[in-house]
């Protein structure tokens, strides 16, 4: 009859949860062997399969799919297999890490005597809760201006958010019109704010126009090119020409549209009701976050930053030493180094941290084209911020001060992971 929880729920529903064995994508990860590599964007989608490499599961490119849309597709036929928006396109904030995703921020409904309100909620793997606790619970500034101040809730004024560590998360699934296969899914992920805007309101519009179905619709999934402008760590402002995806259905009068839009219930409905075929069948996706973590953070994130960040985080009850060690692993995350090469450096100073140190401040400084590291945060590497169609938003994005959660011993730096 089937397993509950596994096969069927509490209801006795079945549980339709697919697996994600292919994705469409606008960029590549960093170039492989390159050390410090960074994401490539790219002016077209590429396809790719998961695939099994040794005793590796990877995603490598799938030329048979790529063939039957063309070179350098920038338009796609998508269809939908489930009613729920939610389903069908997934959002949140998220800081991934190849670890898996650090902390996450969602929209919640909020229940009180003035009537239901809606605000973001974020939950965070720290040391001391590696499954994720409330974030930012009771946790406040150590030192700095906002010494004894709270820290920020998730959203605006996050200092992950404003610096580019956390970004929209946006992962879309669908089956391709083109290459379609049942029993299985195919998967965008997006951290554009522009992208996952439009993808959100082209979904809700078209389900609008369906009377609350998404289920069986073909919608275009496109590529358009569009100046951005933003702002980089130091401040400076910059534009650039970048691809920005969006959900639409058109056509040249409404009767047309409308029968493209719902080809595909019509063609899978033939000699049955189509209508009561899809209601009954409602498909989502199964991924987990330790799955999607390296991928996710490979092509997104720029190589080895993660990595560095998740394998030198410093442990809670510092002693002086403990906090001298962290500050080391900072500047030697600045200068782009490994964990391997941070502790190698370690070993070799023989106790004196207080000079290898300095060293590591000198060679900041010696950088070419950076500030002093003595005189604020801005030698950190550049990274994409989001995108804006104003610049009115310039100021300098500041490396958070220290935190702790109330009563807890001071952490190194940072937040109190």
């Known amino acids: 009859m089937g397993i509950l929880g596994l096969t069927h729920d509490e209801n006795g529903i079945a549980l339709e ?60 036929g998508v269809i939908f297999l489930n009613d729920d928006p939610r389903e069908v396109f997934r959002t949140e904030y998220a800081l991934w890490t190849p670890g898996g995703c650090k902390c996450r ?14 605000e973001m909620q974020a939950t965070r793997r720290t040391q001391k809760h590696p499954e994720g606790e409330a974030w930012p619970g009771n946790y406040k500034y150590l030192d700095g201006p906002k010494k ?42 997006t951290s554009s704010y522009r992208s996952v805007r439009n993808f959100s309101n082209g979904l ?5 126009l369906n009377g609350g179905r998404l289920t069986g619709i073909k919608a275009i999934l496109k590529a358009t090119p569009e100046r951005i402008s933003y702002s980089d760590r130091d401040g400076t402002r910059h534009t650039s020409v970048t691809h920005i995806l969006s959900l639409e259905i058109g056509a040249k009068n409404l009767r047309t549209l409308v029968a493209n839009m719902t080809e595909t219930v019509r063609l899978l409905g033939e000699g049955r009701a189509a209508l009561d075929l899809f209601r009954r069948v409602q498909f989502v996706a199964r991924e987990t976050n330790a799955e999607r973590a390296e991928e996710i953070a490979g092509e997104f994130y720029p190589k080895g930053e993660a990595a560095a960040e998740e394998a030198v985080e410093p442990a809670i009850g510092q002693s002086d030493r403990d906090e001298q060690l962290a500050r080391i ?89």
């Open 17 to 76: 949860k697919l697996p994600v064995t292919m994705k469409v994508a606008i960029g590549e990860g960093p170039e492989p062997g390159i050390e410090n590599g960074h994401p490539r964007k790219l002016d077209h989608f590429v396809f790719k399969r998961k695939t099994v490499r040794g005793q590796d599961v990877v995603w490598l490119p799938a030329p048979e799919i790529a063939q039957e849309h063309g070179e350098k597709p920038t338009e796609l």
């Open 148 to 189: 004894g101040q709270p820290v920020e809730p998730c959203g605006d004024g996050c200092p992950d958010l404003e610096w580019g560590d956390c970004r929209p998360s946006g992962d879309l699934y669908f089956i391709l019109e083109k290459f379609p296969k049942f029993g299985a899914i195919c998967r965008l992920h």
């Open 204 to 208: 809700m519009q078209i389900r609008r």
């Open 329 to 417: 692993c900072e500047l030697a995350h600045r200068l782009h180094f490994n964990d391997a090469k941070t502790k190698m450096l370690i070993g070799q100073s023989a106790g004196d941290l207080s000079g290898l140190e300095r060293n590591l401040l000198n060679e900041l400084d010696d950088q070419p084209g950076r500030k002093s590291a003595g005189k604020g945060d801005n030698g950190h590497q550049g990274q994409p911020k989001k995108e804006t169609s104003q610049t009115s938003k310039t100021a300098t994005a500041k490396a958070p001060d220290r935190v702790a959660p109330d009563g807890s011993a001071p952490p190194s730096g940072g937040f109190l992971f």
């Open 105 to 118: 921020g969602e929209l919640v409904q909020i229940a009180n005597g003035g009537g239901p309100r809606f």
